[in-house]
């Protein structure tokens, strides 16, 4: 495959409204991001994904766009984000920015013309359907936020269809003047410098025609994603506006949000000759362990645990199977999930260890890293100290519901702290301030205060996470763990070991999930010469048998045997 230079990549989300507030209203804005460049650069990361920043009424942090050519001053102005791309460009960082393709919000002009009547030229926008007889919702499939994906008009009689917020209605991408105006919103960033794009939840973009009721009991509203992901057009529609959008720009880095995509799929969708999405992301990675989940309260809101024999079977799986198109994209957390510590590691015992070990155990597999802003110093969870803080109907739900149900409110803190859409919304912990740096005024999100998981403290010592981040982001930047063949070793259940063979080189990756030692017998380990690349605390090499410590990583370079010519 030709060489791209994204295929070195190293992404860094920036949740924009939690990263840095430079305007004293609790709020991040793209002037807090400039301000911050130096450190975004000194971590070694190459791009920054921008959550969206367009004028938006933020009924779903921006993802509602109503105007995609406008900046929303609660973020700053056109000329900051004139400045940004410049002074990243010049630090070596590209900017990509969120492309919110699959719908807009009920407040873009677009919707507000289609709303004024079937003979609009804007109505074929947007998707319609008539009403069942009796008046009834078109059919039962569900929207991912709650309820039908079916709305009615305020001012007609047919139903407008939404996968998200019902003020959030999907575009028509049947209509060829959607793609066109997709196109154009998108040349007119790339024309303005940006590097790319992140498509967000693009995967939905066709619906299966006549929109059939999916499988359910009578009267029952429920997900029907064969109906609405990943079908057959999709990459088409993609590859249609990446083709275009690759002749003005041919060095354009496309990363699909492929949210339910199975290594078939996200290779349908990142195989270069499709010439759709250069790379995705998909939320398959973590198989969680549900079976002690109480079935009276909705699954989605309680805390799970990794099935780590499942993880492994899967991410090999990824890895293989897009080996030889570059990889999977490679992230444990994002701005919709928990962060990684909180959801995979142990936050209260051995923090420090685990957040090591899952970046070890991540980014030095093959394909791209994603961080998420203030995973690199160890950020856990925002954690609320009330169940009344919660306010979403979700959680107020689970929160009425398990009261209901003889839970204690410890218990429910316990699963909300995990589980709102907010969890790793938290503010960016820069210093050991009133306000962790962030603001000098109360930040719109709540803050963790905890001095040691600050920029300010970590810079201070070595062995922080810190600067074992930008050790490790390093190494991935090498031949050996860019281009390495990867192979998943059989272990004990709780370690994950892989290799990465590259020549003469081949590095053995052991990452231990245990809150107890374990042991890995490796016989070259008496055998070749080696050295240990990086590691976390309290490891031991003793012989051929590598002791690696709870929650223990560790990454050993072999050479080969020399050949004796005698
Ligand atoms: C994506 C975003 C998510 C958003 C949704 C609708 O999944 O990551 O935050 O709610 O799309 O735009």
């Known amino acids: 495959m030709e060489e791209k230079w994204w295929q070195q990549a190293i992404v860094y989300q920036i949740y924009p409204g939690s990263f840095q507030d430079t305007g004293e209203n609790g709020i991040g804005d793209l002037r807090g991001i400039i301000n911050r460049l130096k450190y975004i650069q000194s ?64 407040q873009h002009p677009w919707f507000q013309e289609a709303l004024k009547g079937r003979d609009n030229p804007y109505r074929d926008f947007y998707i319609w359907s008539d009403p069942k007889p009796g008046g009834q919702l078109p ?17 007609g009689d047919q139903f407008y269809f939404h996968l998200f917020a019902k003020e959030m209605p999907d575009l028509n991408w049947n209509n060829e003047s959607v793609q066109q105006e997709i196109v154009k919103i998108a040349e007119y960033w790339l024309d303005k410098g940006v590097d790319g794009f992140r498509l967000d939840a693009f995967i939905h973009l066709d619906k299966a025609e006549g929109f059939p009721d999916v499988e359910a009991k009578d009267g029952e509203i429920v997900l029907a994603e064969e109906y609405y992901s990943n079908l057959e057009n999709v990459t088409d529609y993609i590859a249609d506006v990446a083709r275009i959008l690759r002749k003005k720009k041919p060095d354009i880095f496309i990363l699909g949000e492929a949210a339910s995509a199975d290594v078939e799929m996200a290779r349908r969708y990142s195989d270069p000759k499709n010439e759709a999405c250069d790379t995705v992301v998909s939320f398959r990675f973590f198989p969680m362990d549900e079976s002690h989940k109480d079935t009276r309260l ?66 030095l597999q093959k394909g791209i890293p994603i ?67 962030f603001s000098i005024v109360p930040p719109w999100s709540g803050v963790n205060i905890e001095p040691s998981y600050t920029v300010e403290m970590q810079e201070k010592s070595d062995t922080s996470i810190l600067n074992y981040y930008r050790q490790l982001l390093k190494y991935k930047k090498t031949p050996l763990f860019t281009k390495g063949q990867f192979k998943l070793l059989e272990t004990n259940h709780q370690l994950y070991c892989y290799e990465r063979t590259l020549g003469d080189l081949t590095a053995l990756i052991c990452c231990n999930f245990d809150s107890k030692e374990e042991t890995m017998i490796d016989a070259r380990l008496a055998k070749l010469p080696y050295n240990v690349l990086i590691e976390n605390e309290n490891n031991r090499i003793e012989g051929d048998t590598i002791a690696l410590a709870p929650h223990g990583a560790i990454v050993i370079v072999f050479e080969k045997e020399p050949t004796n010519k005698n």
Request: no cysteine; charged share 25%; net charge negative.
């Open 298 to 363: 909705p699954v989605n809101m309680q805390r799970e645990k990794l099935d780590i024999a499942a993880f492994k079977e899967i991410m090999s799986e990824f890895q293989v199977g897009l080996e030889d198109i570059g990889g999977p994209t490679l992230y444990w957390n994002n701005h919709d999930m928990a962060r990684m510590v909180s959801r995979f590691g142990d936050v209260e015992k051995d923090r420090d260890n685990s957040v090591k070990m899952l970046a070890t155990l991540m980014y």
């Open 139 to 155: 059919n039962n499939w569900a929207s991912f936020f709650g309820g039908s994906v079916w709305e009615r008009e305020p001012l």
């Open 43 to 106: 971590l070694g990361v190459t791009v920054i994904w921008l959550n969206p920043i367009f004028e938006s009424p933020h009924i779903d942090n921006g993802y509602d766009v109503s105007n995609y050519y406008a900046i929303d001053p609660i973020f700053g102005t056109m000329k900051d984000v004139d400045e940004l791309l410049n002074e990243a460009h010049k630090l070596g960082i590209k900017v990509i920015f969120d492309l919110v393709l699959n719908h807009t919000s009920d």
């Open 371 to 437: 961080l998420l802003n203030g995973e690199e110093i160890g950020m856990k969870d925002l954690e609320r100290s009330s169940i009344y803080d919660f306010k979403l109907p979700n959680e107020q739900f689970f929160r009425e519901k398990a009261l209901e149900l003889g839970y204690s409110e410890e218990f429910v803190l316990h699963q909300l702290n995990a589980k709102s859409i907010n969890a790793s919304r938290g503010v960016m912990q820069w210093d050991t301030s009133e306000y962790a740096g």
